[in-house]
């Protein structure tokens, strides 16, 4: 397990097999399928969707046995989930994405701090771009609910880049990606990721889904005390 946080530390993301089982699996498939969250959607195929910490199923996955301790082991013992979002690639939702960060959270009201900026809202919920050290401490889970070979849109990062800090558009884009990697998952594989890494994916080559489903975790004490999260 010390591999997590080393590996954390160092390139900003860890793959871990087999964290959730087929039961698992499936009782997310179906939740998400059918569950009243807002979604993004094209002819009429869910590609994105918010919210999903109202959901049961989806609350437990924090409590699985290997994804409990793993979280554990990168943050200590007082951490909570603050987010829960779904993407998934289809043949009318399928295009790639670019090299970003993670780099604004979902929050309850707007309250004006210093270094706390691009307020905006998206679905009817507040959101702001937090200091870097914010998101520093904060951990980012992907469960694979597919099979996520490279042909389908699979996750590509830049190993260490979390450690760069916040970066522009042209400080991307003056990066050498040659050293990038492909995360390649199964079904029931879990991407732990620093909000910081650079990550980015191509369309699916053959799309049919490629369904995944974000956590966002954080510390008890992250936020500043005139902040809350929107979903926590």
């Known amino acids: 397990?010390?591999?997590?946080?080393?590996?954390?530390?160092?390139?900003?993301?860890?793959?871990?097999?087999?964290?959730?089982?087929?039961?698992?699996?499936?009782?997310?498939?179906?939740?998400?399928?059918?569950?009243?969250?807002?979604?993004?959607?094209?002819?009429?195929?869910?590609?994105?969707?918010?919210?999903?910490?109202?959901?049961?199923?989806?609350?437990?996955?924090?409590?699985?046995?290997?994804?409990?301790?793993?979280?554990?082991?990168?943050?200590?013992?007082?951490?909570?989930?603050?987010?829960?979002?779904f993407f998934d690639k289809t043949p009318g939702a399928n295009w790639p994405v670019l090299w970003h960060q993670d780099l604004s959270l979902a929050l309850q009201e707007r309250c004006d701090l210093p270094g706390w900026s691009n307020w905006s809202i998206k679905r009817g919920t507040h959101h702001a771009q937090p200091p870097p050290g914010i998101l520093a401490r904060m951990v980012t889970l992907r469960l694979h609910l597919d099979d996520c070979p490279a042909e389908n849109g699979a996750l590509r990062v830049l190993p260490g880049s979390h450690r760069l800090g916040v970066l522009s558009r042209d400080a991307i884009q003056a990066l050498n990606m040659d050293c990038t990697e492909t995360v390649l998952a199964e079904a029931g594989d879990a991407l732990f990721m620093r909000p910081l890494i650079l990550h980015a994916s191509r369309a699916a080559q053959i799309p049919t889904h490629r369904r995944v489903l974000h956590l966002e975790f954080a510390p008890h004490d992250l936020l500043p005390a005139s902040l809350a999260w929107a979903e926590a």
């Open 1 to 85: 397990m010390s591999d997590i946080a080393a590996h954390l530390e160092q390139e900003g993301f860890y793959l871990l097999r087999g964290a959730a089982g087929p039961a698992t699996l499936t009782s997310l498939r179906n939740v998400l399928d059918r569950a009243d969250i807002p979604r993004s959607e094209r002819g009429g195929e869910t590609y994105g969707a918010r919210g999903l910490l109202q959901l049961p199923e989806v609350r437990v996955v924090a409590d699985l046995p290997a994804i409990s301790a793993s979280l554990r082991v990168a943050m200590g013992e007082s951490f909570h989930a603050v987010r829960g979002l």
